[in-house]
């Protein structure tokens, strides 16, 4: 991309303005009350925490996903603490964030956030959230998941198809089959100009232009040739260089008129949905394999898919900056960290914590994380890249 390192410094350059502007700067006070940054202790008095924790009775989370609702009982039954959960996407939760912290309101407590590359490139650095770990789970997570922010589990959004209606295997074997005129306006995902998490999912596609141009003459048994509409796209944008096969891709996937809808489980269940004739594909969640229903649902991830089976994002846990609840906030995130992620024990959620990773995958019968192919999104290159992104995205639609 055309003059990359300069965009991405002026970039950097108004993030850090913004943050000096905008932002306002953690209390020093509460830090050291708090026990996060500079204050954090050594060691951790989980029976003054816990003290302290039912001392401020309520904990408030921002949640990306709705299973929050299913804590709520069991940790007021345990500690008296009640959780005031609410299900916001991680991109508008830091938007919230950052308004209701400019403004001196200061209400939430904890995240639950998949948005790494806001996270880590607006959020941590303006002092936004804190790292929090719990010392009784530490020795089961590497240090990216540690560092720089705490990784409860890792999720991806992959390729789905109706196992029933196709008895025997997946309809397609390469993602450039989506481009074929058979599948036009039979590919189900989110739009990537309203959902955060599919806008990552096809920026990570474009930024490995090389295994998609191999897969691409896999499929076809040629080399790729650009389209027109793709050479004119790259001439009209001043941040990208050349054209390539992701970008390639990303034109003729548009132009097959592929199906936006807002609900990754609508997204499921339209893709499994056993009564009907011609079923689509669908991009959406890998843990929706739990809304399979025997009769009803039958949908089933193409793990062979060439060249990768999906792309992987890490769901984080942090404090919030100005937590008027510190220490419940604590609790909780030890608590989703332990017996508490039980809602997320689900097949294709897979546990940052080494020992329930491998009971998921006795229990589900699964590849292990690590042996699935899964591109990881790039945080950095996710938010420097936003805007060549969507420039590209809407010059291509």
């Known amino acids: 991309m055309k003059?990359?390192?300069?965009?991405?410094?002026?970039?950097?350059?108004?993030?850090?303005?913004?943050?000096?502007?905008?932002?306002?700067?953690?209390?020093?006070?509460?830090?050291?009350?708090?026990?996060?940054?500079?204050?954090?202790?050594?060691?951790?008095d989980w029976a003054a925490i816990e003290s302290a924790a039912r001392e401020e009775g309520t904990v408030t989370i921002y949640?990306?996903?709705?299973?929050?609702?299913?804590?709520?009982?069991?940790?007021?039954?345990?500690?008296?603490?009640?959780?005031?959960?609410?299900?916001?996407?991680?991109?508008?939760?830091?938007?919230?964030?950052?308004?209701?912290?400019?403004?001196?309101?200061?209400?939430?407590?904890?995240?639950?956030?998949?948005?790494?590359?806001?996270?880590?490139?607006?959020?941590?650095?303006?002092?936004?959230?804190?790292?929090?770990?719990?010392?009784?789970?530490?020795?089961?997570?590497?240090?990216?998941?540690?560092?720089?922010?705490?990784?409860?589990?890792h999720s991806s959004r992959i390729v789905y198809y109706n196992t029933v209606l196709n008895p025997n295997g997946a309809p397609i074997n390469s993602i450039w089959d989506m481009t074929r005129k058979e599948w036009s306006g039979r590919t189900l995902l989110p739009s990537p100009l309203?959902?955060?998490?599919?806008?990552?999912?096809?920026?990570?596609?474009?930024?490995?232009?090389?295994?998609?141009?191999?897969?691409?003459?896999?499929?076809?048994?040629e080399p790729i040739i650009y389209s027109k509409a793709v050479i004119k796209a790259v001439e009209s944008i001043a941040t990208i260089d050349k054209p390539d096969a992701s970008m390639e891709w990303l034109y003729r996937f548009l132009q097959n008129d592929p199906v936006f809808q807002g609900s990754t489980t609508k997204i499921f269940k339209n893709v499994g949905d056993i009564a009907q004739e011609n079923p689509p594909i669908g991009i959406t969640t890998f843990s929706k394999l739990r809304?399979?229903?025997?009769?009803?649902?039958?949908?089933?991830?193409?793990y062979d898919l060439d060249p990768v089976f999906g792309v992987t994002y890490p769901t984080a846990l942090m404090i919030a900056d100005m937590a008027p609840h510190p220490n419940a906030a604590k609790l909780l995130i030890r608590y989703m960290m332990?017996?508490?992620?039980?809602?997320?024990?689900?097949?294709?959620?897979?546990?940052?914590?080494?020992?329930?990773?491998?009971?998921?995958?006795?229990?589900f019968g699964l590849p292990s994380f690590n042996d699935l192919s899964l591109w990881p999104v790039d945080a950095e290159e996710i938010y420097y890249s936003k805007f060549s992104f969507l420039a590209l995205y809407l010059a291509l639609s």
């Open 3 to 44: 003059q990359l390192n300069k965009f991405k410094a002026l970039t950097a350059i108004c993030t850090i303005a913004l943050a000096s502007a905008s932002f306002v700067q953690a209390d020093e006070a509460w830090q050291r009350e708090a026990g996060v940054g500079k204050y954090t202790p050594e060691t951790q």
């Open 63 to 153: 949640s990306v996903s709705s299973r929050i609702a299913k804590l709520v009982d069991k940790f007021k039954e345990r500690y008296g603490i009640e959780i005031i959960g609410h299900d916001i996407a991680s991109d508008l939760q830091l938007e919230k964030l950052r308004r209701e912290n400019n403004a001196g309101v200061y209400t939430v407590d904890v995240l639950f956030n998949s948005e790494s590359s806001i996270l880590l490139n607006e959020a941590l650095p303006a002092n936004l959230v804190w790292n929090f770990i719990p010392d009784s789970v530490s020795d089961e997570l590497t240090e990216s998941e540690m560092t720089p922010l705490l990784i409860q589990r």
């Open 194 to 221: 309203e959902d955060s998490l599919s806008a990552n999912f096809i920026q990570t596609i474009l930024a490995n232009p090389e295994d998609m141009a191999a897969a691409y003459q896999r499929e076809f048994g």
């Open 291 to 302: 809304k399979n229903k025997k009769g009803v649902y039958a949908a089933g991830p193409i």
């Open 338 to 363: 332990e017996e508490g992620f039980s809602p997320w024990n689900e097949p294709g959620d897979y546990s940052a914590r080494a020992s329930v990773e491998a009971n998921q995958v006795k229990e």
